[in-house]
């Protein structure tokens, strides 16, 4: 039997990974500067995560959520006090699409609304109405499209409140800094302005967190650079550091009733476990402090190269925009340099999404390759 085949693939087979590095059969060392869709915040194979991970599943792996699991309120209590986001409970699931999933559900639970508004270059998931809700046609099936999804553009607060007036929609849902989108971000008076529009019009204002949350932007959520408080927030990706976990934070103006979501894995005791993990590494380690200094530094080397025409994002999510398409470039870093960037719906943008863990001499890798990659295109 084949594969199902969805995925355009690179000639690389990864056996092992340790913390920055990627290491494929015949043991050729490659930097990850992508982190697989941001998903590694903590380093690959970190030794605590490894050992927590182990201990647990030689305990117990999985039972369901029909009883007593202590570690998924120890997550909580953690993902609270690191996040700042007091008083949020915490629903867990699989996946970044899940989290979105439930938290648009919850919204239309909430409100007794089902319009949603998404925008411009979004990405919120595959499932129902998370794809709905991304602005990709592509991606949208048939049955996707029975949602009532209006896409607006970026920084439209006028057109935002013409929309809620009608008092139709549930949840405005929105990536304060796009991910596949092409790391665009708007105004403080945009994200700012919907919270107050959200408030005045009864709809659940979503924070889609699932791949700038976790210390990535170099605060916990990216929404937290503004004065904003989000009915639910969804995360994902870092959140495991490749152990599929994801949820939803859900602000007390929400309650809770039985039956109202559910899931059969999600918060199982290896996810938890692996979510611990992460949080104590990026407590104990201060990675927060060192995704602010790596920044500072990649943006002030990024800066001194004249074919890089913008610098877009904050923290360790950001893009390097070329004035031409960045597909060639990528190919070269991969197989030439041995480094992992990504792509995004921007063609001439590369995405740079490496663990929180990153040091200087990793940067200084990655621009003299970028440097002698250029120069090898121009040849």
Do not use: W
């Not at 015949?26 to 941001?38: Q, R, V």
């Not at 949208?140 to 006028?158: F, K, M, R, S």
Request: hydrophobic share 40%.
């Amino acid at each position: 039997m084949s594969l199902f085949n969805v995925y355009p693939l690179f000639d690389i087979t990864p056996v092992k990974a340790k913390d920055v590095f990627v290491y494929d059969e015949n043991d050729k060392e490659y930097l990850d500067l992508y982190g697989g869709h941001a998903v590694i915040s903590i380093g690959h194979s970190h030794p605590e995560y490894v050992k927590s991970i182990t201990d647990q599943v030689a305990k117990l792996g999985f039972y369901s959520n029909s009883i007593q699991n202590p570690i998924q309120v120890e997550l909580a209590s953690k993902l609270i006090q690191l996040s700042g986001c007091r008083d949020y409970e915490l629903f867990l699931c699989n996946s970044g699409a899940e989290a979105n999933e439930n938290a648009l559900k919850l919204a239309s639970f909430h409100t007794n609304k089902k319009k949603v508004i998404a925008f411009k270059n979004s990405f919120h998931g595959r499932t129902s109405a998370a794809v709905a809700a991304t602005d990709n046609e592509k991606i949208i099936a048939p049955i996707n499209a029975q949602q009532e999804v209006e896409i607006l553009a970026l920084g439209d607060l006028e057109s935002l409140e013409k929309s809620l007036a009608k008092n139709d929609v549930c949840a405005v849902i929105i990536e304060c800094i796009q991910g596949v989108g092409g790391l665009d971000e708007s105004t403080t008076a945009f994200y700012e302005g919907i919270d107050r529009l959200c408030k005045k019009y009864n709809t659940c204002f979503i924070a889609d967190e699932v791949q700038s949350g976790y210390g990535r932007t170099g605060d916990f959520f990216a929404f937290q650079k503004y004065s904003v408080t989000p009915d639910i927030i969804s995360i994902a990706k870092g959140m495991g550091n490749g152990f599929p976990i994801g949820g939803i934070l859900i602000h007390p103006n929400i309650k809770a009733s039985y039956g109202l979501l559910g899931t059969t894995f999600g918060g199982n005791h290896l996810a938890c476990v692996a979510g611990l993990s992460v949080l104590n590494v990026i407590e104990q380690k201060n990675l927060m402090e060192n995704v602010r200094f790596i920044s500072e530094y990649f943006i002030r080397i990024a800066n001194t190269i004249p074919q890089i025409k913008n610098i877009k994002g904050r923290g360790l999510m950001l893009g390097l925009e070329f004035d031409f398409p960045i597909s060639e470039l990528r190919k070269k870093l991969i197989y030439d340099y041995q480094i992992f960037t990504g792509s995004a719906k921007n063609p001439n943008l590369l995405r740079i999404l490496p663990p929180l863990t990153i040091g200087k001499a990793h940067v200084n890798q990655f621009f003299e390759a970028i440097v002698n990659a250029l120069e090898d295109l121009n040849h």
